[in-house]
C-alpha cells in the first residue's frame, strides 16, 4: 500500500517527487491518469492525494470524484502560482489545500513526511 498517490504527467517532476520520497522512506505511486488515480486510491486506500492541477487529464474533475469517493482522504493540490482561477476551481471541488508549484516543491518532504506519518 502506498502512503501516498499522486496524479502527475510530467516525468521531471514525477522523477524529483519519486526521489524525495525515497529518501525520506515514504511509499509514493504516481499515475498519469485521472483514471488510474481514482482506481488505485479505491483499492489502496493512500493518506494522502498530490495533484497537479496542470496535469493533462482533467485533474479538477478528479478531485471532485475524490470527494465523492473517499471525502476524508487529503489532498493537496499544486499549479503555477499565476492561475488564481483555476486555484478557485480545485477549491471548489472540494480541495482545501491549494498551493503555488514553488511552494509545493519547497514543503514536500514535510508533505510526504504527513503521509507517512499517518500510515504508522
Request: charged share 20%.
Amino acid at each position: 500500500m502506498a502512503d501516498a498517490l499522486a496524479l502527475v504527467d510530467d516525468l521531471f517532476f514525477q522523477a524529483k517527487m519519486l526521489e524525495t520520497a525515497k529518501q525520506l522512506s515514504v511509499q509514493l505511486r504516481t499515475l498519469s491518469t485521472s483514471d488510474a488515480l481514482l482506481n488505485e486510491a479505491a483499492k489502496s486506500a493512500p493518506h494522502l492525494i498530490i495533484v497537479d492541477l496542470n496535469a493533462k487529464d482533467h485533474p479538477v474533475e478528479t478531485i471532485a470524484r475524490l470527494q465523492v469517493q473517499s471525502p476524508q482522504l487529503p489532498i493537496v493540490a499544486f499549479l503555477s502560482h499565476v492561475q488564481m482561477n483555476l486555484a478557485q476551481r480545485a477549491r471548489a471541488a472540494g480541495c482545501a489545500n491549494v498551493m503555488p508549484r514553488s511552494q509545493f516543491t519547497h514543503e514536500l518532504a514535510t508533505i510526504l513526511l504527513r503521509a507517512k506519518s499517518q500510515s504508522s
